[in-house]
């Protein structure tokens, strides 16, 4: 278990109730080594005074969450969507992140084969932008419950496979344990992502035994049945020498107090993680 | 699209409200090939009576359905589980039935690892008893949400390693739409799996979006973004002469009128199929 919280990354939209100013904060004042930014919480106090107060705190930034979203049934659509994506690249370039995540997307009215197809064509047509920009662009897969209207990249060994077809630094992987737990293929495609210099991030939770929403009831480390400890081991087998990021969407901890969730946080990195 | 309904079969519980005896009545006036019991809805009205309704109409009996959870903690509760199934393989046989859908199971609060060791040694002990009562079984992959406490088999990647390794003509596999429609290798799969003589059943149904309830909220072929008739096409292309089991769990359906509904699921048969 990680003895000290250099390698903690919390992402802002985990503690969603407390403004970007405050999360920087309360995080620097925990001692913790990063955050990962989402788009919405760096808007709403302004990407200059974001970069500020990141700048003057402790926090590493890990990641600049999320573009993706590739397949539309339009090419109006689409190239809306890359044009998104341009922007958030040069947000997270403004902000000092050197990661974008992809949340790819899925258009449930057109063939999972044609999305797929819209997704790489949609992540190689970025590569030029995102290298201009210093910032690399990390694949999520996302849990096969979310093949319909999120993502329809829905494992580790798909993930792998698009990556390698595009073939270039500026596009990895971000491994989140709530997506891909469950996967018998799991410690194998770990070991083929990092083989390949593809494990750009590592995201964290739990998957509690019962889900009572498919989005936003995700569990702190230990509170589920996700042999986290075990998944983070097969990562750092590889190599991987990054941050642990925390990204949590719940109803019931947004609801809670923030300085205690804060603190159970802490507690269960240091004891499930 | 299926131009008759010779080779669709309702399973018991898509009509859940009806008594099997009703069922039966209702699915032999429809003109369908076939029928799967559920083990409540058998037991509702009593083997006896089952069977001999069964004989008694011209509906082929395709499975019984379901057995499996293999996994447990304790030894004397993997033991009971093996007597449940040893008992439901004998009411298959009591029904007619040749084949018993395994609904494999998981164990939270062990690893993955753990019960899917203890998941193919359960089908594995089960083999002679299922030979002498004549009725094979089929691994039901499930979909990788229900991988919590329902089934740590949740690709048919997965299912096809496990029943290749076990071997036995005894043991097969069922697929189902709703479980498997996400994964980018399922065509290859389901070309292994009839290549291997694996393929023992086909379920269908579909994924609405959204979805509102992780289980009870399956959509009638055609209502969700699942493509069905291409899935049927691979399952075909195979030599897969068996019948497409509609399987629906839903709250909405069950709560209106039955009679309408089985309409629906035959005007969804012909036009989504």
Chains 1, 2 share one sequence.
Not at 8 to 30: M, N
Not at 130 to 155: F, Q, W
Not at 248 to 254: D, G, H, K, L
């Amino acid at each position: 278990m990680p003895t000290d919280l250099s390698r903690l990354c919390i992402h802002s939209i985990t503690t969603k109730p407390w403004p970007l100013d405050v999360a920087i904060d309360k995080f620097s004042a925990a001692g913790i080594g990063g955050i990962s930014v989402w788009q919405d919480a760096a808007e709403a106090i302004g990407f200059q005074r974001a970069r500020q107060l990141l700048e003057a705190s402790p926090l590493e930034v890990v990641s600049y969450v999320r573009g993706g979203f590739f397949p539309h049934h339009s090419r109006e659509a689409r190239q809306r969507a890359l044009d998104d994506n341009r922007r958030l690249l040069d947000e997270a370039a403004s902000l000092g992140a050197p990661l974008l995540v992809l949340v790819c997307g899925a258009e449930p009215r057109q063939s999972l084969t044609e999305s797929r197809h819209q997704i790489q064509a949609g992540i190689e047509s970025l590569i030029d932008h995102a290298a201009g920009c210093g910032v690399k662009m990390a694949i999520e897969p996302l849990h096969p419950m979310y093949a319909d209207t999120r993502s329809a990249i829905n494992t580790l060994g798909q993930a792998n496979r698009v990556a390698e077809a595009i073939g270039h630094e500026q596009v990895g992987i971000a491994v989140d344990v709530y997506h891909l737990w469950w996967d018998d293929q799991l410690e194998e495609e770990i070991r083929r992502c990092g083989a390949n210099d593809n494990l750009y991030a590592f995201h964290i939770c739990d998957w509690k035994v019962p889900t009572s929403d498919m989005l936003l009831d995700r569990g702190l480390m230990g509170e589920g049945c996700i042999d986290v400890p075990r998944i983070r081991g097969w990562v750092e087998d590889t190599g991987f020498t990054g941050l642990h990021e925390v990204e949590i969407f719940s109803n019931a901890y947004w609801a809670s107090d923030q300085d205690e969730f804060l603190q159970r946080i802490l507690a269960a990195y240091r004891q499930h993680s």
